[in-house]
Nanobody
Framework: QVQLVESGGGLVQAGGSLRLSCAAS????????MGWYRRAPGKQRELVAT???????NYADSVKGRFTISREPAKNTIYLQMNSLKPEDTAVYYC?????????WGQGTQVTVSS
């Protein structure tokens, strides 16, 4: 089973930037659409960005223009570049499939944005 490991989170001030990484144990990014999700305290997990098999991207309205999803298939890694961070972006961020395929959820990476 493919395993996903997220990293790159941390504590940042509002307006700052972070770059998250998601490393997969197998070469899947060329065959499945992938997404970044987040779960804020007391809220359900939400999908914030997706990247399709051919590289097309989509974003939730709340992050559009601030976040950028990308991938590096040779490293079995996808990224989430987060700019102009806001306190409401505070959450645990996860990656997983964004279509019919998903694997077990990883531990995620905590992002905390202070005001």
């Amino acid at each position: 089973q493919v395993q996903l490991v997220e990293s790159g989170g941390g504590l940042v001030q509002a307006g700052g930037s972070l770059r998250l990484s998601c490393a997969a144990s197998g070469n899947i990014f060329s065959i499945v659409a992938m997404g970044w999700y987040r779960r804020a305290p007391g809220k359900q997990r939400e999908l914030v960005a997706t990247i399709g098999i051919r590289g097309s991207t989509n974003y939730a309205d709340s992050v559009k223009g601030r976040f950028t999803i990308s991938r590096e298939p040779a490293k079995n890694t996808i990224y989430l570049q987060m700019n102009s961070l806001k306190p409401e972006d505070t959450a645990v961020y996860y990656c997983n499939g964004a279509g019919s395929w998903q694997t077990d959820w990883g531990q995620g990476t905590q992002v905390t944005v202070s005001s």
